[in-house]
């Protein structure tokens, strides 16, 4: 990895720290509920652009390409927030809702990767 990459993908990733946390603030104004609604929104955000800059990455500046995905999209979605909170709702009782909310989540981010792939490469080919 050039020093570039490693400078870009370190800036994106703080740039995406800094969005899922501003973000992830402003709904939890908005959503007042048991469901971890900010985290899910924000991993299906995450996913469907992911999707979309995997079908446009034979066509991208693989620099962009890495800052984007790895720096960007690692910082801002949350593989490891989903499954505390998941952990949380079941050890706090919520248990089906605690698995509703993984299932949800795995099932909804793989279609918006597929979504955003298939968009992606239907605008660009």
């Not at 066509?59 to 984007?68: I, R, S």
Request: net charge positive; proline share 2%; aromatic share 12%.
């Amino acid at each position: 990895m050039s020093v570039l990459s490693f400078l870009a993908v370190g800036l994106g990733g703080a740039l995406g720290a800094l969005c899922r946390h501003k973000a992830s603030t402003f709904m939890k104004l908005i959503f007042k509920s048991a469901f971890p609604w900010p985290t899910f929104f924000i991993n299906l955000c995450a996913t469907t652009i992911a999707g979309a800059a995997l079908a446009s990455s034979t066509a991208t500046n693989q620099t962009f390409y890495t800052a984007l995905t790895m720096g960007f999209l690692g910082g801002f979605s949350t593989l490891s927030t989903m499954n505390c909170e998941a952990v949380d709702l079941i050890l706090g009782g919520e248990r089906a809702l605690g698995v509703a909310y993984v299932a949800a989540t795995y099932a909804c981010t793989l279609g918006a990767a597929a979504l955003g792939f298939v968009t992606a490469h239907h605008i660009l080919y």
